[in-house]
Structure formats: structure tokens, C-alpha cells
């Protein structure tokens, strides 16, 4: 069946940097794209931005120009999300998940990773 | 860019139907793919329908998906509603840059 597993919970500073994996299983990663999206404790869900699995093309959300990296290891169908510059509002749980590019469906979702930022 | 506007909360008894809408700021709904997820505590999002008003396989056919441009809206119909329903739910669509857009979520009691 099709899965996404995620790297466990995280504890950052402020100003440090953040980055969590996403293992695929199951279909043919190259032909979907990666997601990631955030929830901050009770609150919605945040889109980060997306990559591509086939030819590495990213689009990120505008709020995080220049503050996160998206890449993917084809070798180990891993996707990898870096944040730099951590603050405490990035306090969240960070979901991956797998984007049909046609529709920009998002489906299935990793089981989420929580990040904690605190001095 | 637009924004998707959904109710912050709605309740209905167990056995009814109800609906929750979602409607685009700007541009027409039409226009570009809706998906709906449901949210439990504690979990990642699943999909109950994708591309307007398609069920994937495992959803009840209790849910189902619309779009209606005169109200530039989506909705979101769950009938037989069941305490197992209760849940966040969110609908998720695009802009003309490929960015993916969510909604505010809708926050579902069944009591």
C-alpha cells in the first residue's frame, strides 16, 4: 500500500535549522510530486510548497521564500523539507504528502512529525 | 491569489444531513479542482473527496462532493450522519501558480 513515513519529533532553538524526512513506499516515486504542509498547535493547515520526484522542480509558498529547501534522494524515494532560521510560531506539526500534479490532490498524508522550537 | 472561506463550526444530530460550504474569494470555483479532507484529533488528514465529487475507494458513499458557480462554492454533504464523522475538515484547492490553497477547516460535532 501506498505509505509516507516521517522522522521523529523535534526539539530547536531559535535560529537553528530544521530538517525532516519523508519515506515513500509503495508506488513509483518519481511520478507524483512531494508536499509538505504545517498545523501550529489548533490551528489550520499551512502549505509549504511542493517538489517534484521526477525532475526536482520545486514551488514554494511565498511566506517561506528563502527560508526552506526541498529535496529528494531518488536512490531511497526519501523527501527531505529544510527550515531554516527557526522561531517559536514554527512551532507545528509538519505533514508530507504525496501531490497529484493534475488536480493538486494530496493524498495519502505521512503520519506528521512535531516540531518544538523553545529556548 | 483567493482564499477559501468555510465555516469555522456546525453541528447536526446523528441520522441527519448537512452540508459545509466553501466558497473562493476570487476566480471561479470551477475553475480549478476541490478536494475535501477529514481531520481527527491527533492524525494526519485523510481524503473523503478528491476532485470535486470523487469518493476514493473506502469512503462511504454517505459523503459526497459538489461544486455550484452561482455561489462560486464547494460543498462538502455528509447524510446519516454517524458520531464517527466528527472530525476537522478542510477543503483544498489551487491557484493559477500551481500554489496549493486550504481552507479555514470546519470543526464538526455530531451530537
Known amino acids: 500500500q501506498v505509505q509516507l513515513v516521517q522522522s521523529g519529533a523535534e526539539v530547536k532553538k531559535p535560529g537553528a535549522s530544521l530538517k525532516v524526512s519523508c519515506k515513500a513506499s509503495?508506488?513509483?516515486?518519481?511520478?507524483?510530486?512531494i508536499s509538505w504542509v504545517r498545523q501550529a498547535p489548533g490551528q489550520g493547515l499551512e502549505w509549504l510548497g511542493w517538489?517534484?520526484?521526477?525532475?526536482?522542480?520545486?514551488n514554494y509558498a511565498q511566506k517561506f521564500q528563502g527560508r526552506v529547501t526541498m529535496t529528494t534522494d531518488t536512490s531511497t524515494n526519501t523527501a527531505y523539507m529544510e527550515l531554516k532560521s527557526l522561531r517559536s510560531d514554527d512551532t507545528a506539526v509538519y505533514f508530507c504528502?504525496?501531490?497529484?500534479?493534475?488536480?493538486?490532490?494530496?493524498?495519502?498524508w505521512g503520519q506528521g512529525t512535531q516540531v518544538t522550537v523553545s529556548s | 491569489n483567493f482564499m477559501l472561506t468555510q465555516p469555522h463550526s456546525v453541528s447536526e444530530s446523528p441520522g441527519k444531513t448537512l452540508t459545509i460550504s466553501c466558497t473562493r474569494s476570487?476566480?471561479?470555483?470551477?475553475?480549478?479542482?476541490v478536494q475535501w479532507y477529514q481531520q481527527r484529533p491527533g492524525s494526519a488528514p485523510t481524503t473523503v473527496i478528491y476532485?470535486?465529487?470523487?469518493?476514493p475507494s473506502g469512503v462511504p458513499d454517505r459523503f459526497s462532493g459538489s461544486i455550484d458557480s452561482s455561489s462560486n462554492s464547494a460543498s462538502l454533504t455528509i447524510s446519516g450522519l454517524k458520531t464517527e464523522d466528527e472530525a476537522d475538515y478542510y477543503c483544498?484547492?489551487?491557484?493559477?501558480?500551481?500554489?496549493?490553497?486550504f481552507g479555514g477547516g470546519t470543526k464538526l460535532t455530531v451530537l
Open positions: 476570487s476566480g471561479s470555483i470551477v475553475s480549478n479542482y
Open positions: 504528502a504525496r501531490h497529484k500534479g493534475s488536480s493538486h490532490w494530496l493524498d495519502p
Open positions: 509503495g508506488y513509483t516515486f518519481t511520478s507524483f510530486a
Open positions: 517538489i517534484s520526484a521526477y525532475n526536482g522542480n520545486r
Open positions: 483544498q484547492s489551487y491557484d493559477s501558480t500551481n500554489h496549493v490553497v
Open positions: 476532485e470535486d465529487n470523487q469518493r
